[in-house]
């Protein structure tokens, strides 16, 4: 068989047809409903303690912290009131001798650290107050309320949340490892570090990065309601909801505002269907699963998110590489390449090693629409060490990197979809007309050509949406959920404070 005839059969494997998005929002609106009557589901319906999300009114000073792996950000946010913000921060890295700590304190010492110097840095005169104040003060609690900083802490590690800032670490992972802290409150471990330097900070939310991705954009979309949907597409994928509390029916321990009637919900969706129930399933997903780190679970993730589509199309171009028959990257003389040369694979070529293929070049190959994919070529040349690829060997990359992408973002339009239609709000009479609001951030959809387009292609042909429903729902940016919406969090958590003390 040749090439042409190969590269097509290879793209059929990857067609998720509009059947199957249709079969695929059932099986996620049914996992969404099991998930938020009981645990151990596949999707995990995390209740989040947040029960509001802002309409861009909000006004303020708030700060936030992000300790999401090797570096940690402190940022100030001032909310304007009118859907705008202005953001200072700054990053330091952490030092490797503090990831594997012998106590959480060493760690936590660090951090608060970094908040003081911060304060000093940005915020002087506001710090300066403060310490001249602590020492006039003779009230027991030394400072009063309102001069206190709201702080929304994002810690990217699993946690079991049990309050708006209350959250015990499960375990740690991307290379920490301090064994004291397991089973500690993360919330209450920064705060004594804050408190021994008598900073003017209080740690009022624990924020989960996606739930900050729904708040931003809540917080700066136009419109009179608020978003609906916070959903990362990037090296990994999740979301988080709005959802109405009397659809919660497991149990929930800690405080939360119930005025509202909603609770923020985090999926967890990287782990829908698990089981393979409706998730399609080639030879390479199959190959890309065993050798992960963690066989068995996150299937949807694996077949959307930007960490595992290069994977698969490696995975795909070994297994052309080894097909006799089919001429691809090799030639039999340089008569056979349109470039008058034999394509040559070095051997330290990443096509050899596991994840060895970046994402960032299948943007590239669906970006060149030049007469002989020049650009895509030379990528392969100086990216993957593929020398003089023939430009049939780049129109069959193309294609089967495009296959991947297009099934990735048909599975992604499959979640979007689910939710609206489990938020109701396509049919609701007081939401007519308005448009309903979604919250994206990601390397995926931010920077791969035309990945929203194929959602919406997706989200035309689905069941109780379709082409008027496509229209109704806008899909935006949102950038910096662990920054603006973890401020944004904090501000929702000092409202609940106040309605509690009233």
């Not at 309409?55 to 859907?83: H, P, W």
């Not at 206190?148 to 949340?161: E, K, M, N, W």
């Not at 895509?376 to 003089?388: A, M």
Request: charged letters at 25%; hydrophobic letters at 40%.
């Amino acid at each position: 068989m040749g090439l042409e005839a190969e590269t097509k059969t290879i793209v059929s494997k990857f067609e998720y047809t509009d059947e199957d998005v249709n079969k695929g929002v059932k099986e996620f609106l049914r996992q969404m409903s099991e998930g938020l009557e009981k645990d151990g589901t596949s999707l995990s319906q995390i209740p989040t303690y947040v029960t509001a999300v802002p309409n861009g009114t909000e006004k303020g000073l708030y700060m936030a912290v992000d300790l999401g792996g090797t570096n940690f950000r402190v940022c100030s946010i001032q909310l304007n009131g009118d859907t705008t913000f202005n953001l200072t921060y700054s990053k330091v890295a952490i030092p490797k001798e503090l990831m594997v700590a012998k106590t959480a304190e060493e760690l936590f010492a660090f951090l608060a650290k970094q908040i003081q110097l911060f304060l000093q840095t940005h915020h002087e005169d506001h710090f300066e107050k403060h310490t001249r104040r602590r020492l006039t003060q003779s009230t027991p609690e030394g400072v009063r309320d309102e001069y206190v900083f709201r702080l929304g802490f994002t810690f990217s590690f699993p946690v079991q949340q049990i309050g708006i800032n209350k959250g015990t670490l499960i375990r740690w992972t991307k290379g920490f490892d301090i064994p004291d802290a397991i089973g500690k409150d993360v919330c209450a471990l920064l705060q004594d570090e804050i408190d021994k330097l008598n900073l003017p900070v209080k740690v009022a939310a624990l924020v989960n990065d996606t739930v900050g991705t729904l708040m931003a954009r809540s917080y700066s979309s136009p419109g009179k309601a608020g978003a609906v949907l916070g959903a990362i597409f990037g090296t990994g994928t999740n979301g988080a909801y709005v959802e109405k509390l009397s659809n919660l029916k497991k149990p929930l321990s800690g405080e939360y505002d119930k005025s509202t009637g909603d609770m923020v919900i985090n999926t967890e969706w990287g782990s829908f269907d698990n089981q393979l129930n409706v998730l399609p399933n080639t030879s390479w997903d199959i190959t890309l699963d065993k050798d992960s780190v963690n066989p068995g679970i996150q299937m949807y993730e694996k077949r959307v998110s930007g960490m595992f589509l290069g994977e698969i199309l490696r995975l795909v171009i070994v297994d052309l590489l080894k097909t006799n028959d089919v001429s691809f990257f090799k030639d039999e003389n340089s008569s056979h390449n349109d470039w008058k040369s034999t394509t040559n694979i070095a051997p330290t070529s990443g096509i050899y090693t596991q994840w060895g293929l970046d994402t960032a070049i299948m943007s590239v190959a669906a970006a060149d629409n030049t007469p002989e994919l020049s650009t895509l070529r030379q990528e392969l040349e100086s990216i993957l060490h593929v020398y003089s690829p023939a430009f049939d060997d780049a129109q069959a990359f193309k294609a089967i990197s495009g296959a991947v992408v297009r099934r990735s973002a048909r599975l992604s339009a499959v979640a979007i979809a689910a939710i609206v239609l489990q938020t109701g709000k396509l049919d609701d009479p007081e939401s007519k007309d308005e448009p309903i609001d979604i919250g994206v951030d990601g390397s995926l959809v931010e920077h791969y050509p035309y990945f929203r387009d194929m959602i919406y292609e997706a989200l035309r042909v689905i069941d109780g949406i379709g082409e008027e429903g496509a229209k109704r729902i806008r899909i935006g940016i949102a950038k910096d959920g662990s920054g603006v919406g973890a401020a944004l969090i904090a501000l929702v958590a000092a409202g609940m404070e106040k309605s509690k003390k009233a």
